[in-house]
């Protein structure tokens, strides 16, 4: 299956994701060092031009086991095609998609899902031991001294982060050349103005609310995000109310991120009345009462992270009427720390 369009490693596309890692891997193979040439502080930023002028075709295989020697494909929460055992139909396991470099590279990120340092989806250690070795194969050259690692993380200090790496990391003994870049990710930005008045209005909610103080509100605002950037209703939607390959992995990938989470969300997913924009909800809010959904874990995490820190010393730090300077510096706070939708990508070479 060949899938032409960008997309994170959405229920539609679970392969995708996986493919992105591998996209990593060959973007960075695009680099090549040369015997004759010196470390200098430009050769980061020309093996990260090589990688941001890259296109990339990526091939994975969903079935292959990660480290511990678990198969996304022999979980309790993968149904296979028709109850056909994944060595009964081979290719059907295999995606290849293609793309920008970074693109991909920032995906693969993505794709690396850990939740308080829990790995989500069993398929990430595979995918980044794939995209190692697409990269050694495209160095030609370098002797594997490039370095390329990728990392999401939504606000300052967050337990919900993904990460890519390809390359062996550089020794303490040479002189490194790095470059660092910031590549959009799926998930929609979070305007700094609009997450500031959340805050304020939550920190003046009632006693009884639902919302008891700003971080309820604006992790109900970056929760929301991170779901429909994984699982974007209308693509989901049609996964899950097709027969193909995505759909198995999209009911893995929904229900693994339900189990991290603490939430029931079969009843949504299933049969059909499968309803993406409905499992969205769950996965954000509960469905029962003693269900807490990501809303909750990303305010308490918030709450306690270097983000929160600064947020919560910069609102204390507000007049009771502040003026429009203090209102924008105190805005400037979550455009420093919360960065829903992008990337860093850091490209690391020596001699």
């Given at each position: 299956m060949v899938v032409p369009n960008r997309a994170i490693s959405t229920v539609m596309d679970v392969s995708l994701a996986l493919l992105i890692i591998s996209a990593t891997v060959l973007l960075i193979g695009t680099y090549v060092h040369t015997e004759t040439e010196s470390i200098d502080s430009e050769r980061g930023d020309h093996a990260l031009q090589s990688l941001s002028g890259s296109t990339v075709t990526i091939t994975y295989d969903i079935s292959e086991p990660n480290e511990a020697g678990e198969r996304a494909t022999d979980s309790e929460h993968y149904e296979p095609l028709d109850d056909l055992d994944p060595d009964d139909v081979g290719e059907l396991y295999e995606i290849t998609t293609y793309?920008?470099?970074?693109?991909?590279?920032?995906?693969?990120?993505?794709?690396?899902?850990?939740i308080n340092d829990t790995e989500v989806w069993a398929y990430g250690h595979s995918v980044e031991q794939s995209v190692d070795g697409a990269i050694q194969d495209r160095l030609v050259g370098s002797d594997g001294r490039t370095f390329t690692v990728a990392t999401w993380e939504p606000y300052d200090g967050a337990a919900i982060t993904g990460t890519a790496t390809a390359g062996n990391t550089p020794p303490h003994t040479e002189d490194v050349s790095s470059a660092s870049i910031e590549v959009s990710a799926n998930p929609d930005s979070l305007e700094a103005e609009h997450l500031a008045t959340k805050f304020e209005v939550g920190e003046t909610a009632?006693?009884?609310?639902?919302?008891?103080?700003?971080?309820?509100?604006?992790?109900?605002?970056?929760?929301?995000?991170?779901?429909?950037?994984?699982?974007?209703?209308?693509q989901t939607q049609y996964t899950l109310e097709s027969s193909l390959t995505e759909?198995?992995?999209?009911?893995?990938?929904?229900?693994?991120?339900?189990?991290?989470?603490?939430v029931d969300i079969d009843d949504s997913i299933r049969g059909p009345d499968a309803n993406a924009a409905q499992a969205n909800q769950v996965l954000l809010e509960g469905e029962t009462a003693d269900e807490t959904g990501l809303e909750d874990f990303v305010a308490d995490d918030l709450r306690d992270s270097p983000a929160g820190e600064e947020i919560r010393e910069a609102y204390d730090d507000l007049d009771e009427s502040p003026s429009d300077d203090e209102t924008e510096a105190f805005e400037a706070v979550f455009d420093e720390t919360i960065a829903t939708d992008t990337v860093d990508v850091t490209v690391q070479t020596w001699d």
């Open positions: 793309g920008s470099a970074m693109d991909v590279l920032a995906e693969a990120a993505q794709t690396n899902l850990v009632s006693p009884g609310d639902s919302i008891e103080d700003g971080f309820d509100a604006i992790g109900r605002e970056i929760a929301e995000t991170i779901i429909e950037g994984y699982f974007p209703p209308t759909t198995a992995v999209t009911l893995y990938n929904y229900r693994q991120l339900a189990d991290v989470v603490g």
